[in-house]
């Protein structure tokens, strides 16, 4: 079992910056990516970035550019650095993590991020 949590949220300005950490515990070796989803009020969740053992990555489009993924493995944790913000950012942020070998999703109990205009 892999637990996962997550920090940093909160409400900032259009154009603000904040960056979310999610905090890894468990069993961290069975871990292949990790990465952040968001979910909106009345949208699906979606995929925000993707971080892999290997450190490739992958962004949403609506974000390349302005957030960055990261992983520090000594402390088993990843991050979102999220620049340049937009109000259609705001949502409840979700950190997850992916079994290498069973694909089983874990996840946060999210952290919400609020971007006024």
């Known amino acids: 079992q892999v637990q996962l949590v997550e920090s940093g949220g909160g409400l900032v300005q259009a154009g603000g910056s904040l960056r979310l950490s999610c905090a890894a515990s468990g069993s961290i070796f069975s871990i292949n990516a990790m990465g952040w989803y968001r979910q909106a009020p009345g949208k699906q969740r979606e995929l925000v970035a993707r971080?892999?053992?290997?450190?490739?990555?992958n962004y949403a489009d609506s974000v390349k550019g302005r957030f960055t993924i990261s992983r520090d493995n000594a402390k088993n944790t990843v991050y979102l650095e999220m620049n340049s913000l937009k109000p259609e950012d705001t949502a409840v942020y979700y950190c997850n993590a992916v079994h290498r070998y069973t694909f089983e999703a874990y996840w946060g109990k999210g952290t919400l991020v609020t971007v006024s205009s």
């Open positions: 971080i892999f053992t290997i450190g490739s990555t």
